[in-house]
């Protein structure tokens, strides 16, 4: 008898059951032309924009579109992450990770690719030369970069899946991809945005616990043949700063991390400082002149990298960033206060009128500032006091004094 209900049930039903498989069979259907669509040969969508001349041509990529931008650094990161397990499968077992003592060990990828090659008895002796892409963030955009790995999760290295932070455009947010290597030795895209939820339960792994690692680029530069890679370099002058500076930013609070989960937020402070010199209505100033652009400095300095628990529980921290040198008191200073991405994160500009002469400094962030503003500490211009600023809003909150 149940059966017979059971039956008639779905029978009276089917259109139903019909429409709904329809709708499952559609989702997944989508779902799986949008991966392969995405991943054409081991590649992202990105990379397939693009042509081989690009993809080498360093001062067409300096003032390319974004998306072009993040084509050429998983390109040419694939292309050096991909010949380490071309030349021994067995990577992971490989001397600098077995003697990392680090909970996630850091590597140049250069470096380890050499290293690579000795012991894999490749070569006797090995030059970067023999190294594809080994030159492909040097000199680019005036400043260079150095491909890096990261080891986040041990587990089954033969299933390794690599992470990526990248920048989504139309939700103006960094977002995390996934990539494993296909049967060809290519880095395949698996999925465009990984969550931490996702990170910390496995959910990519499936039945096997899976190796996780991170390529990135790092400012740190080489240090001979080092293979450990510095991930923190460009200081930052939290605990005291010097007394030669009469003015600090003393405590910050960051509230919008402006940053993936898988990164820290890289608080940055940049400025362009003028002393005792009169503005000239309609002239141009400029930290970042137009005959210098795009090869200039527009990363400042470090004040101070905040995790996720630090920007989620709103923690303020005494940062003691020196901004105004006490002997030499600026009539004018122009500053912004950014989250810093490396490339290929794009230049963007704060410009301000002050005396009808425009003031424009740059800074290379994906979003917008935590804050920019013009002050003086002469009285000059009827300019804000550079000392005693506070500043609370939605995405910090700090004071120099």
């Known amino acids: 008898m149940f059966f017979e209900r059971l039956f008639f049930n779905l029978n009276k039903n089917k259109h139903k059951l019909y429409t709904l498989l329809a709708l499952i069979l559609t989702f997944v259907g989508c779902q799986t032309e949008d991966i392969n669509n995405s991943a054409i040969n081991g590649k992202s969508v990105t990379e397939e924009n693009l042509d081989i001349a690009q993809l080498n041509n360093k001062n067409y990529i300096a003032t390319a579109s974004l998306e072009e ?52 008895k490749v070569y006797a002796s090995v030059s970067t030369d023999d190294i594809k892409s080994h030159d492909a963030f040097t000199d680019l955009e005036g400043e260079t970069w150095y491909p890096i790995v990261k080891r986040l999760k041990n587990g089954n ?3 390794a899946i690599y992470l990526m932070n990248s920048y ?14 296909n049967k060809n030795g290519k880095l395949k895209l698996i999925e465009r945005n990984v969550s931490e939820e996702m990170f910390d339960s496995d959910f990519l792994s499936g039945k096997a616990s899976s190796s996780y690692y991170q390529l990135a680029l790092s400012q740190c530069a080489l240090g001979g043949t080092i293979q450990k890679a510095l991930t923190d370099c460009s200081g930052g002058t939290g605990g005291g700063g010097t007394s030669y500076y009469s003015n600090k930013i003393k405590a910050m609070t960051i509230k919008d991390k402006k940053e993936s989960w898988i990164e820290k937020a890289d608080v940055h402070y940049i400025a362009e400082t003028w002393s005792d010199v009169t503005l000239t209505s309609g002239v141009y100033y400029a930290r970042c002149r137009p005959m210098q652009y ?54 963007r500009t704060y410009e301000e009128t002050v005396n009808r002469a425009k003031l424009n400094i740059k800074f290379r962030s994906y979003q917008t500032a935590y804050d920019t503003r013009t002050v003086t500490y002469t009285g000059s211009y009827g300019l804000q006091s550079g000392s005693g600023v506070s500043v609370n809003n939605s995405s910090i909150e700090y004071n120099i004094n």
């Open 168 to 181: 989504d455009e139309s939700k103006d947010q960094e977002v995390v991809k996934a990539f494993k290597l």
């Open 157 to 159: 290295g033969k299933k």
């Open 294 to 347: 795009p090869y200039c400095d527009a990363d400042g300095n470090l004040i101070r990298k905040y995790s996720q628990k630090e920007v989620k529980n709103k923690t303020s921290i005494t940062v003691n960033y020196p901004v105004n040198y006490s002997s030499n008191n600026q009539s004018l200073v122009q500053y912004t206060i950014f989250e810093y991405d490396s490339f290929p994160a794009q230049i």
């Open 69 to 120: 931008r993040q084509g050429y650094k998983e390109f040419h990161l694939f292309s050096l992450m991909e010949q380490v397990p071309e030349v021994n499968t067995d990577f992971e077992e490989l001397d600098e990770f077995k003697s990392a003592k680090d909970k996630e060990p850091s590597f140049y990828l250069e470096n380890l690719l050499l290293s690579t090659l000795v012991q894999a």
